[in-house]
């Protein structure tokens, strides 16, 4: 079966632009969760959606945002990019069932350079 | 806030050779998963351990979850090249969030 999809794979943008990143979880997943990784922080938890609401939310500021769509593909926003956003942003999808030991399936990532 | 540390952050070993990656807290996790991750992918979940003491075995892997579930360990017999990644350690917090470590960078030299 298809696996996690992210796009774009690759964007550069300026300071101050926006972004938005999609994610599509695999068949029949219905939570997706982003990550920032970067070499100095690892992989920093931005948020997970789950039928549509947000179930979780990492220490990020209110210029990231997501969404989630009936469909269980998600979208995240950057507003106002900061040279800082500068990062590898990966989208997970899981079954979601609630239960700690929820098994990840990443995507490939999307590389958001900003200048 | 629960946290995970890493050891060691950076391995470059010879081919063949043993290693061992540690995944530390002072936290109690319901359970630790590892994940391998190769340059321009996603990580990819290798184990999950759940029962405290637990021991799996992934051919040349082992992986060994706390007594205490506050800390993991993943050894590697005799590495290949194909075991070069970043190694990462992944806890399920009592929010429900999965919390990483910074990872264990591995480079095997033929």
């Known amino acids: 079966k298809a696996g996690v999809t992210q796009t774009p794979r690759y964007l550069i943008k300026t300071r101050g632009q926006q972004v938005t990143l999609s994610c599509s979880p695999i068949s029949g997943h219905r939570s997706v969760s982003w990550y920032q990784q970067t070499p100095g922080q690892g992989l920093q938890f931005l948020f997970e959606?789950?039928?549509?609401?947000?179930?979780n939310k990492g220490n990020f500021p209110g210029r990231f945002s997501g969404r989630q769509f009936s469909n269980s593909r998600s979208e995240m926003n950057v507003s106002t990019l900061e040279l800082g956003d500068s990062a590898l942003y990966l989208c997970?999808?899981?079954?979601?069932?609630?239960?700690?030991?929820?098994?990840?399936?990443f995507g490939a990532g999307s590389r958001l350079t900003v200048l | 806030t629960q946290l995970l540390e890493q050891s060691p952050q950076f391995l470059s070993i010879q081919e063949g050779e043993n290693l061992t990656v540690y995944c530390n807290s002072s936290?109690?996790?319901?359970?630790l998963q590892w994940y391998r991750q190769e340059p321009g992918e996603g990580p990819v979940l290798l184990v999950t351990?759940?029962?405290?003491?637990e021991v799996k075995k992934l051919k040349r892997l082992t992986f060994q979850f706390g007594d205490a579930r506050k800390d993991s360990s993943l050894h590697i017999t005799a590495a290949q090249p194909g075991d070069t990644g970043l190694y990462l350690c992944a806890g399920a917090s009592n929010t429900g969030k999965l919390i990483f470590g910074q990872g264990t960078t591995l480079q095997v030299k033929p």
């Open positions: 997970a999808s899981s079954l979601g069932g609630g239960s700690g030991a929820n098994v990840l399936t």
């Open positions: 351990v759940v029962t405290g003491g």
């Open positions: 959606y789950f039928s549509e609401t947000q179930r």
């Open positions: 936290s109690v996790f319901s359970s």
